[in-house]
């Protein structure tokens, strides 16, 4: 088989970066280890920055989610029992983001691509990367029970995490960068109408808590419990009342509606740069180079944004031989990745309690969060990064 752009991995990356080069009239195959229905239901982020909203509409992903997903103005910081908004327009000129999840936006990339005669090939599991020094990469991998090689002039490993892409970067040319949390997040969806307008970030003597939504009659919620939990422990009685601990306000005023549980899971919390993002004709994009704990909401968007800087680099190349977009692209994703990295950390530091952690500590975060609710230009940072920075 031979192909202009292997990609490995069909999570948000690898499907928007095929989507965005068939626009381009540049061919490419994606081969993923799962099937379709496990990356159609795998329960992940849930919003999408203004301008990644923006780049689904013009390249034709938009149409389901204006319909059905929700613009969202703001969010509301919860702390020491009392609620303060954040209002994003106000604060960015005009910017908001997008209740969109990412399983709506994985169903609509696959529909997309077959539909476009993409080949995207599920339970095809790439086994190894190799000759990225050489002019024609190649992906080995298995479908169907055969061995198959994938010629490739590029190679976009977008193989999350846990995939091969990173490892097949030489250790010589490689450093990472890594931050480990002491906790981790349990989220569950539930058949409940969500209890708020917006997002609420919880801070509380318990630990942190986080409100989100999926759609007018599905509620997406997190609780920050140790590193290493097993779910077994939380029996859904027990998640319901911790969670209204957490959310509750001091004069009473609001109660958390509780539904069937019809999901649950573990985050471990993580920050994890992997610099640079290339070696030779092989590139990394999304998670298989970069975590960010979910706090900033920001990883489904640097993936999405990795991708449209590499899908630019790779028009120009293939169109003129100009290959100064892909010489950039490392340097020019890091400098987003590592903004990204730091507001995620930033949220995480000022909203989780740190188990070990002082009481002192706990009264610096709530000055801070003071200071967000009462002094404009505070809460416009955090405005100007949840929404996303268009300049970086
Ligand atoms: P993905 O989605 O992990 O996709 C990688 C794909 O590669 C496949 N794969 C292979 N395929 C073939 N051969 C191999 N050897 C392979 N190895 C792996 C995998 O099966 C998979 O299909 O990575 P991608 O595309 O880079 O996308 C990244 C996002 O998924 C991730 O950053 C976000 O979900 C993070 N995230 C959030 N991001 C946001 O921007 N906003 C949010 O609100 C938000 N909330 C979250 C989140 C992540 C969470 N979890 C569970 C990690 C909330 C949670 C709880
Ligand atoms: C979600 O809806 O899954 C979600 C929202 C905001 C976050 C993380 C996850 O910061």
């Not at 991995?9 to 499907?15: D, I, Q, T, V």
């Not at 920055?49 to 319909?67: C, F, Q, S, Y």
């Not at 990472?176 to 981790?184: R, W």
Request: with cysteine.
């Amino acid at each position: 088989m031979r192909t202009p752009v292997g990609i490995v991995g069909a999570g948000p990356a690898g499907l928007f970066l095929s989507h965005l080069l068939h626009l381009h009239g540049i061919e490419s195959v994606v081969l993923e280890r799962r099937d379709r229905a496990y990356c159609e239901r795998r329960q992940r982020a849930g919003v999408v920055e203004h301008g990644v909203a923006e780049a689904l509409r013009a390249t034709g992903l938009g149409e389901r989610m204006d319909r059905e997903g929700f613009v969202h103005e703001g969010i509301e910081l919860r702390f020491d029992g009392r609620g303060h908004r954040v209002d994003f327009p106000a604060l960015t000129g005009g910017r908001n983001v997008l209740i969109w999840a990412q399983t709506e936006i994985v169903k609509d990339l696959i529909a997309r691509r077959l539909a476009d005669g993409g080949q995207v090939l599920f339970e095809a599991e790439a086994t190894a990367i190799e000759g990225a020094e050489t002019e024609r990469p190649r992906i080995r991998f298995t479908h169907g029970g055969a061995e198959e090689v994938l010629e490739c002039d590029y190679v976009v490993a977008c193989d999350g995490f846990h995939g091969i892409g990173r490892a097949s970067l030489p250790a010589a040319v490689v450093r990472t960068f890594e931050k480990v949390y002491p906790f981790a997040w349990l989220g569950i969806l539930a058949d409940v109408a969500p209890s708020c307008d917006e997002l609420i970030y919880a801070h509380s003597d318990r630990g942190f808590a986080l409100h989100s939504m999926r759609s007018e009659t599905v509620s997406r919620l997190y609780l920050q419990v140790p590193a290493g939990t097993d779910p077994a422990e939380w029996s859904d009685d027990r998640i319901w009342s911790e969670l209204a601990a957490r959310f509750a306000l001091r004069d009473g005023g609001w109660t958390l509606g509780q539904g069937p549980i019809t999901d649950k899971g573990i985050t471990p919390m993580r920050s994890f740069v992997t610099e640079p993002m290339r070696h030779g004709r092989l590139f990394l994009a999304g998670d298989a180079a970069h975590i960010v704990p979910p706090t900033g909401a920001k990883g489904l968007n640097l993936a999405m944004r990795d991708v449209l800087l590499l899908a630019e680099g790779l028009r120009a190349w293939f169109a003129k031989g100009d290959a100064a977009g892909l010489d950039a692209y490392s340097a020019t994703a890091l400098r987003r990745v590592w903004r990204a990295e730091h507001f995620s950390y930033w949220m995480t530091t000022l909203l989780h309690l740190d188990p070990e952690g002082s009481e002192f500590d706990r009264r610096l975060q709530i000055s801070h969060l003071e200071h967000i609710a009462a002094c404009e230009p505070a809460a416009a940072a955090l405005a100007e990064n949840y929404t996303g920075l268009p300049a970086v």
